[in-house]
């Protein structure tokens, strides 16, 4: 077995990242079915752990997970670009750790300290952070997540300065700094409502419908880039307009957050037409990939990594796009805001464009980072089924939700069907939440099945040269 078939040495600090994520990836499923349960039994896990500490517990992990997998992706794909080492490993590692201990202490302080004296105890009488949706972290927390992204920034912008400026490197680190620039605003807490709701779109929305998706390009560019062959300058073309499509589209269209928290009324005019616009650059991206891998030159080794690459595509227009576009106008978003249509939305799209690309990555690289061009054909193999495993699970859960959402509109919005109250509604939608949890013990188990590939050993599959591949020894 070939066990140095790194390009450089100072990739290898990608695993931990991988690692980790893989760990925090599977705590968020495991609070997500928690979560299920808590829909049909009230008072499953009460006391202990009460449904909005789940939640804000749930929330909470996919982002840090997602975060942990980017940072994982830039350190291994960013040496590589740029053709040289990395700036700074030590830094990387010891980024990692603080980033790591910070995430677990917080989760810990969620589940042990009511939220409320929490809050007392990390000052958020200094400066109020806290309370909000996705951005419950304490003041500390948010503090080292600062302090950690601007070390892994300055660590990546230092290896593309002295390196070799590629179109993939340069959009990856557009979308890294962004994410940064971004969260700063999670800062801003205002007591105006208006403006406390715009500033959080400006994070929550400006990350996952607009910097993120310049990550999600660059990810997926490299990654066809390495196992189709195509010429890079065909990519790099679609990556261009990809982004610029992401970024005119997904920046207006915040406007979708603003129809009713007070804000001027042209702004659901704004919001509908750019909104609708969003699924564009997704298909975009689905053209794209099916494009890439038909004008593939060579068949790569690792396939699994191709059919979640192509994987991405597929599902980040349905999730993001399709189902984005499915009440993103503001005559319907009217009656389905807040609604399990909201819930189906958020899901796929996550699922479909972020958790999808970090797996990408992970599939491709932590081969090469366990010494091998590529995982065994057994173990490609039961990739395969984890991939139609969560795949199909989500759309159940997807599918679900959506009917649940539907007939909440039907039954709890419209004053012609005699709006029934909240709860009313919820223990008519008994069925569709009980759909949902089979789709989430599904998805559990293709995740199971994901992770039981790194495990599995064999023949390796044929060999390939590493001119072909862009493997060669580590350098010192």
């Known amino acids: 077995m070939n066990t140095s078939v790194l390009k450089y040495r100072s990739q290898a600090v990608a695993k931990p990242y991988f690692i980790a994520a893989l760990g925090l990836f599977t705590a968020q499923i495991l609070f997500g079915l928690g979560l299920g349960l808590q829909y049909l039994v009230g008072d499953f896990l009460f006391p202990y752990i009460p449904f909005n500490v789940a939640r804000m517990v749930h929330t909470n992990l996919l982002i840090v997970w997602l975060l942990f997998g980017f940072m994982g992706s830039a350190y291994y794909l960013v040496p590589e670009e740029a053709e040289t080492e990395l700036h700074s490993p030590k830094l990387a590692l010891a980024l990692f750790w603080i980033f790591l201990v910070a995430g677990a202490l917080t989760i810990v302080g969620y589940l042990t300290v009511p939220y409320a004296r929490l809050a007392e105890l990390t000052g958020n009488d200094l400066l109020q952070t806290m309370g909000r949706e996705f951005l419950e972290q304490p003041l500390p927390t948010k503090l080292g997540i600062v302090v950690v992204a601007l070390g892994f920034l300055f660590n990546i912008s230092m290896t593309v300065l002295k390196g070799r400026k590629t179109s993939i490197s340069l959009v990856l ?41 310049l990550i999600l390009g660059a990810l997926l560019a490299y990654v066809l880039i390495r196992t189709t062959g195509v010429d890079r300058e065909v990519i790099d073309k679609w990556l261009y307009v990809i982004i610029a499509f992401a970024l005119m589209t997904g920046i207006l269209g915040t406007g979708h957050h603003f129809y009713f928290i007070g804000l001027p009324g042209y702004w659901q005019w704004i919001g509908s037409i750019f909104s609708a616009l969003e699924p564009i650059p997704f298909f975009m991206m689905t053209v794209f990939a099916f494009n890439m891998v038909q004008r593939r030159r060579r068949e790569h080794p690792n396939q699994a990594a191709v059919l979640w690459a192509v994987g991405t595509s597929v599902m980040g227009f349905l999730g993001a796009g399709l189902w984005g576009f499915i009440h993103t106008l503001s005559p319907v978003n009217y009656y389905t805001h807040g609604t399990q249509v909201t819930a189906a939305h958020g899901h796929l799209a996550f699922y479909g464009a972020y958790v999808l690309v970090v797996i990408t990555m992970i599939s491709y690289a932590m081969p090469t980072l366990r010494g091998r061009l590529a995982a065994p054909r057994a173990a490609q193999t039961c990739e395969m089924w984890s991939f139609w495993l969560m795949t199909i699970s989500m759309g159940v859960m997807v599918l679900a939700l959506t009917g649940a959402g539907i007939l909440q509109v039907w039954l709890q919005r419209l004053p012609e069907s005699g709006a029934m109250g909240f709860m009313s509604t919820q223990d008519q939608l008994r069925v569709f939440y009980w759909i949902r949890l089979a789709g989430g013990v599904g998805f559990l188990g293709g995740l199971i099945t994901y992770l039981a590939s790194f495990f599995i050993t064999g023949d390796e599959c044929e060999p390939v040269n590493a001119g072909e591949t862009g493997a060669t020894p580590a350098r010192a």
Do not use: C, Q
């Not at 801003?188 to 607009?210: A, I, Q, S, T």
């Open 173 to 213: 680190l557009m979308g890294l700094w962004g994410l940064a620039l971004m969260f700063l605003f999670s800062f801003v807490n205002p007591h105006n409502l208006v403006r406390d709701k715009m500033y959080w779109w400006f994070v929550v929305h400006l990350w996952v419908e607009g910097v993120w998706e």
